[in-house]
């Protein structure tokens, strides 16, 4: 029997999705979406007209290769990264605005793996890097363009964001750095790799 299709599916639907915070359908849609699943989602609610909403590229995405799905729970809205590297960023009421400055950039890898929050950035991460990107005024404010003596444009895969700290997962291992420094600085970050303990180097 194969089991792919139940573990890895296209497509999800979740039946009975409330608008209600603390109810097990909302809590359920909103793990779905901060887990950046990667495949289609149709969301069901019976008390609205039997409705299912579907998000199209004619309803607002300007890409359906979707790589990366955050919410942002303070303002209730939608971040949806593309392997082409658009940054869509969707409101609660579906009013879209689009960050194209990783495709102009002409990156060799543009695709968005990890989108992370913090006092008002977004941290993205992907074939180009890591990125800082100020919410409020909708620019990249830092790129980290290399880590400490990992390789240059090395991909990022998962970013972490903990006690004071941003961490990023690549090809050569684990880089960590303070969040209150120049993440662009290449100095600041400290490597983990098989050299001091990891098991193997991509994480």
Not at 29 to 40: D, P, T
Not at 49 to 56: A, D, G, P
Not at 141 to 166: A, H, Q, R
Not at 173 to 185: C, K, T, W
């Amino acid at each position: 029997m194969d089991l792919k299709k139940l573990f890895n599916p296209s497509s999800i639907v979740i039946v009975g999705v409330s608008h209600e915070p603390k109810k097990v359908g909302h809590l359920v849609a909103r793990n779905l979406l901060n887990q950046g699943y990667k495949g289609e989602v149709y969301f069901i609610n019976n008390k609205f007209k039997n409705e299912i909403r579907e998000i199209r590229n004619t309803e607002g995405l300007l890409s359906l290769d979707i790589s990366c799905i955050r919410s942002k729970n303070d303002d209730k809205t939608m971040y949806i990264g593309t392997r082409s590297g658009i940054l869509h960023i969707a409101s609660e009421d579906l009013k879209w605005s689009y960050v194209t400055d990783i495709v102009t950039a002409k990156y060799a890898d543009p695709e968005i793996t990890d989108i992370k929050f913090i006092d008002g950035f977004a941290f993205l991460s992907g074939g180009f890097g890591l990125t800082k990107f100020d919410i409020k005024e909708k620019v990249f404010v830092e790129t980290v363009m290399k880590f400490g003596s990992f390789s240059p444009d090395i991909k990022v895969y998962n970013i972490l964001l903990n006690d004071g700290y941003i961490w990023a997962a690549t090809d050569e291992g684990i880089a960590r750095a303070p969040l209150s420094a120049s993440i662009a600085n290449p100095q600041i970050w400290e490597l983990f790799s098989t050299e001091n303990g990891l098991p193997e180097k991509k994480v």
